[in-house]
């Protein structure tokens, strides 16, 4: 166990868009990948593996098993702050997971502010505004985290034919 230096070096192309090599040796650590995304797993492998500053001399070759890696939080239900959820993306980010299925949307609830459809939110209390949806999405991308939206139709459309009869 020995402080280095981290190197970032491409390739890792065999491993696919979010694999990576880390190797840590007496002389430094390099990440390498092929892709942002391994970048950022790799240095996630590392924070793991990093223990009082030191780090083990290891080489780990890590990939995803499975393509979708994902949590859903439904803020329709439970509401949760715009901190909370970029909470939630930091912790999902540390342990790999790339997709976040945020549920905004249900039968009783709307969480997110419609700016042509302000009704949707009239009787909420607290819901995300659109520039919080663009801080909260623009989180996710910095972990390489895609945003899913959750609306479903015709199942939770009960809010919106409530305020909006006529559609």
């Known amino acids: 166990r020995r402080k280095g230096t981290v190197s970032f070096a491409e390739g890792g192309g065999e491993l696919g868009r979010e694999g990576n090599t880390l190797e840590v040796g007496p002389d430094g650590i390099v990440v390498s990948a092929h892709d942002a995304p391994g970048f950022f797993y790799g240095v996630q492998t590392l924070r793991q593996l990093a223990k009082d500053g030191a780090v083990p001399c290891v080489t780990v070759r890590d990939w995803p098993a499975f393509r979708w890696r994902g949590l859903h939080l439904d803020t329709s239900r439970h509401f949760f702050s715009k901190e909370e959820v970029e909470r939630v993306l930091d912790i999902m980010g540390q342990y790999k997971l790339n997709v976040f299925h945020w549920h905004f949307i249900d039968g009783q609830a709307c969480s997110l502010q419609f700016l ?7 009787n909420r209390g607290r819901f995300f505004l659109q520039s919080d949806a663009r801080d909260i999405i623009a989180s996710a991308a910095e972990r390489h985290i ?13 809010t919106g034919v409530a305020v909006y009869a006529q559609l």
């Not at 042509?116 to 009239?122: A, G, I, M, N, R």
């Open 116 to 122: 042509k459809h302000p009704e949707l939110t009239k």
């Open 146 to 158: 895609t945003v899913v939206p959750g609306i479903e139709e015709p199942a939770h459309a009960n």
